[in-house]
């Protein structure tokens, strides 16, 4: 039974850890897609812009992570393969969708993504990010 517990705990560690290095680089991806520096952009300078972006990527990749991990109906080894290619793949087609907005965009979509004053803009490209995590998500069952 105890062995039972520490073995549910290990399993779910390392999908822990999966998801928390797919968040990691979901917050390269966002800060390679905009100017400056995400990290001063948030924790220092408080930008809200940045911050939903930000967060809708993290939301995303939560998302496709929780999903992959509920398909992988307890196979360990499958499932971590699963949600580590599924979470990359979000990623990708995120960074995708930022491109496409950023052809209809006028001006660079991500200098105006981390402007000061709030920019509906950030809206709409959450939006993006959310819609194609749960597109991933549904196509994993």
């Given at each position: ?72 109906q307890g196979n360990w080894g499958e499932?971590?393969?699963?949600t580590a290619a599924y979470g990359i ?53």
């Amino acid at each position: 039974m105890v062995s039972d517990v520490f073995g549910e705990v290990g399993i779910a560690a390392t999908y822990g850890l999966v998801g928390l290095v797919l968040m990691a680089l979901g917050f390269a991806l966002v800060d390679i897609l905009t100017p400056g520096n995400l990290r001063e952009q948030i924790w220092v300078q408080r930008n809200r812009n940045a911050a939903v972006l930000l967060a809708s990527n993290l939301i995303g990749v939560g998302i496709i992570v929780a999903t992959a991990i509920a398909a992988s109906q307890g196979n360990w080894g499958e499932g971590l393969l699963s949600t580590a290619a599924y979470g990359i793949l979000g990623l990708v087609l995120m960074g995708i969708s930022f491109i496409v907005l950023d052809l209809f965009t006028p001006g660079k979509l991500g200098e105006i993504l981390v402007e000061e004053q709030a920019h509906p803009a950030v809206n709409v490209t959450a939006a993006s990010h959310i819609a194609v995590s749960a597109i991933v998500a549904v196509a994993i069952f």
